[in-house]
């Protein structure tokens, strides 16, 4: 079982930047692809940025992004805090939303599903003048 707990979302002007977090407790965080997903009113939950931890002896992460936020946000992770961050610069009104925080496994089952799909609480980001 997973637990994450995001912080770090609230009302920002347009041009402005903030950091997200999200907290990880339980085992192999190391091993789980971490992801930012969001989900602005009346649509549907979107991808932000996801970044993997391989199993090579260096940790290397891959990272994948929206278009939307290319350029702009940068997902990164910290194993041995259990965390994973999303640095959010030059934010738009359109990046409005609730940032959910997602753990999943690397790779799906044969059966095309995930074998678990955690989520956070989610924290608001708004994005006013």
């Known amino acids: 079982q997973v637990q994450l707990v995001e912080s770090g979302g609230g009302l920002v002007q347009p041009g402005g930047s903030l950091r997200l977090s999200c907290v990880a407790s339980?085992?192999?965080?190391?091993?789980?692809?971490m992801g930012w997903y969001r989900q602005a009113p009346g649509k549907q939950r979107e991808l932000v940025a996801t970044i993997t931890s391989s199993w090579s002896t260096n940790y290397s992460w891959s990272t994948n992004y929206a278009d939307s936020v290319k350029g702009r946000f940068t997902i990164s992770r910290d194993n041995a805090k259990m965390t994973v961050y999303l640095q959010m610069n030059s934010l738009k009104p359109e990046d409005t939303g609730v940032y959910y925080c997602?753990?999943?496994?690397?790779?799906?089952?044969?059966?095309?599903?995930?074998?678990?799909?955690?989520w956070g609480q989610g924290t608001q980001v708004t994005v006013s003048s």
């Open positions: 339980g085992s192999a965080f190391r091993l789980n692809t």
């Open positions: 997602n753990c999943r496994p690397p790779s799906k089952n044969p059966y095309g599903t995930w074998d678990y799909d955690y």
